[in-house]
C-alpha cells in the first residue's frame, strides 16, 4: 500500500502565499515523479506542476512564475510554494505520485499512479 499525504492548504488573502507539502509512504520501490494537480467540483483535474526523480520541473501556464515546486527525494517528499495568489487560484489540490510499489514492477518498468486526499486552497479577501 502507498500512502500519499497533504498539508498546508488553507485560506489567505489574495497576494498571499502557501506552501503545500506532501509525503509518500508505504510500498515504495522507486518514485518516478511528482507533482501538484487543481479540481473544482464537477471538472476533470488540472494538473499545475510535477517534478521528475531527475529534478526536471514542468508547470501549467497559468501558474508559472507563480509556483515553485521542489522535491526531497530522500524522504519521498514534494513542496509546491505558491505566491501572489489570486482568487482563481482557489481548488482543491491534490498530490500525485508516480510510483513503482514493489521490485517486480521496477524490473518491468512499471510505475502507477497515486493520489492524496486532496488540501482546499481557499483565495479570498
Known amino acids: 500500500q502507498v500512502q500519499l499525504v497533504e498539508s498546508g492548504g488553507g485560506l489567505v488573502q489574495p497576494g498571499g502565499s502557501l506552501n503545500l507539502s506532501c509525503v509518500a509512504s508505504?510500498?515504495?520501490?522507486?518514485?518516478?515523479?511528482m507533482g501538484w494537480y487543481r479540481q473544482v467540483p464537477g471538472k476533470d483535474r488540472v494538473r499545475v506542476a510535477e517534478?521528475?526523480?531527475?529534478?526536471?520541473?514542468s508547470y501549467a501556464d497559468s501558474v508559472q512564475g507563480r509556483f515553485t515546486i521542489s522535491s526531497d527525494n530522500a524522504k519521498n517528499t514534494v513542496y509546491l510554494y505558491m505566491k501572489n495568489l489570486q482568487p482563481d487560484d482557489t481548488d482543491v489540490y491534490y498530490c500525485?505520485?508516480?510510483?513503482?510499489?514493489?521490485?517486480?514492477?521496477?524490473?518491468?518498468?512499471?510505475?502507477?499512479?497515486?493520489w492524496g486526499q486532496g488540501t482546499q486552497v481557499t483565495v479570498s479577501s
Open positions: 500525485n505520485a508516480d510510483i513503482a510499489p514493489d521490485i517486480a514492477s521496477m524490473k518491468a518498468m512499471r510505475s502507477y499512479d497515486y
Open positions: 508505504g510500498s515504495i520501490v522507486s518514485v518516478k515523479s
Open positions: 517534478i521528475t526523480r531527475a529534478g526536471k520541473m
